[in-house]
């Protein structure tokens, strides 16, 4: 299976409480539900579509525990997330978590990053990851994620949980496909770089008879 990240982020890179006021306060955060007033059908569209190529779904325990009690409500069978999220396979990464309430779920302990490497050799299309901060940092850091659905809102906090903090493995990406949506957000769809499995590559410019150019 084919393991994509999928989140939203501020312009300043913070993915953390995008959906309610209440949703992640860890930290003195105090912006949660800074993604809402930016929901329009083009946004709905492109998260439907996510979930209609999940084949299994891959959380950290937060943001499991988050989703678990809202979602689990949500019966109206037209809504394709909800279907997806109470029926597909689930796995939870923790090590505190002693059994899983939630409809089909497994928890992954100890070495994780072994197991999910499991999964990915597993049948179907796709493990896809939503939220789940530190887990999303742990796959990029270990090479385990084959591509990224960013949803990118005119937004700025100066503060919350970054999808890549400091330290974050440094690497390099293609743009696969983009579109901005109605309310002004944009979507973009990354895969590591081909010249080096997603590795940084760097360069540098010159002056060259009087011309600006990159040096060879």
């Known amino acids: 299976m084919k393991l994509a990240v999928n989140t939203f982020l501020t312009l300043d890179g913070v993915m953390q ?6 949703e992640d306060t860890s930290g ?3 912006f949660g539900g800074w993604l809402v007033p930016h929901v329009d ?4 569209r492109i998260v439907d579509g996510w979930f209609a190529e999940a084949d299994a779904i891959l959380l950290g325990r937060t943001t499991y525990q988050l989703f678990h009690p809202y979602w689990e409500k949500v019966t109206d069978p037209e809504n394709g997330v909800a279907a997806a999220l109470n029926s597909l396979p689930k796995y939870v990464v923790s090590n ?3 059994e899983a309430a939630w409809n089909n779920t497994t928890i992954l302990s100890g070495n994780f990053l ?7 050799s597993g049948p179907g299309r796709e493990l896809q990851v ?3 901060h530190h887990l999303a940092r742990a796959l990029h850091d270990a090479g385990l994620v084959d591509e990224y659905r960013l949803i990118v809102f005119p937004v700025v906090l100066g503060q919350g949980k970054r999808l890549f903090e400091s330290g974050a493995a440094p690497s390099a990406f293609t743009l696969a496909r983009s579109k901005a949506t109605a309310s002004g957000a944009v979507y973009v769809v990354l895969e590591p770089a081909a010249f080096g499995a997603g590795d940084l590559d760097v360069g540098d410019f010159e002056v060259q008879d009087g011309r600006d150019q990159v040096k060879e």
Do not use: Q
């Open 41 to 44: 059908d083009d946004f709905g």
């Open 96 to 98: 505190t978590l002693s």
């Open 130 to 132: 939503h939220g789940s």
């Open 28 to 30: 003195g955060f105090e």
């Open 114 to 120: 072994e197991a999910i490497d499991d999964l990915k």
């Open 17 to 22: 409480g995008p959906g309610g006021r209440e």
